[in-house]
């Protein structure tokens, strides 16, 4: 890993533990992070591989079918709790964010093997221990696992558009069994 990682990572997670402390407005806590997330990689000079292909959004909305139908299935969920307001936060605040920094820049920049994928998901699940200490959110742990798929959909797509697409459904999944 380069300095630039560590350092863009470093940023991100002491960031989000300051930011959970201190427990900001919520627009505040809700616009910084992303905006980091958004700003650093290209403030470094990385180039994120993002493209608006069909066939990507198609690719992420299948592995989002043969994943999550599943967990919806098993675990029940309400539609009735998603608001409009709050899809479009997920993916623009939370989704698209997150799957720029630590896919479109942490990956690409460490490799895109299998070692490389298990790495970046162990650093996205450490990202969350904020939410888990602070907001009592222990599961938020096990977004390593999602990450996988996440990081598998980027090497096979070089695009961080598919695993965007998961990352947003597997929100709302989630969300939705959340409030039952």
Do not use: C
Request: charged fraction near 10%; proline fraction near 5%; glycine fraction near 4%.
């Amino acid at each position: 890993m380069t300095a630039k990682t560590v350092s863009g990572y470093l940023i991100i997670l002491i960031s989000s533990f300051i930011l959970y402390s201190i427990k900001p407005p919520a627009h505040i806590l809700n616009a910084l992070l992303p905006v980091l997330m958004l700003i650093f990689p290209i403030i470094v000079g990385h180039r994120v591989k993002i493209r608006f292909a069909l066939k990507d959004i198609l690719f992420g909305l299948l592995v989002s079918v043969i994943v999550l139908l599943p967990y919806y299935i098993a675990f029940g969920g309400n539609m009735k709790t998603l608001s409009f307001s709050y899809i479009i936060f997920q993916f623009l605040v939370v989704s698209l964010p997150e799957e720029f920094f630590f896919r479109g820049f942490l990956q690409d920049s460490i490799g895109k093997d299998l070692r490389a994928i298990l790495y970046v998901s162990m650093l996205f699940s450490i990202a969350h221990l904020p939410r888990a200490f602070l907001l009592n959110d222990w599961i938020s742990l096990l977004s390593f696992f999602p990450s996988i798929v996440m990081g598998w959909m980027y090497v096979r797509t070089n695009n961080i558009l598919p695993g965007t697409v998961f990352h947003f459904l597997a929100n709302l999944t989630y969300h939705m069994q959340q409030v039952l």
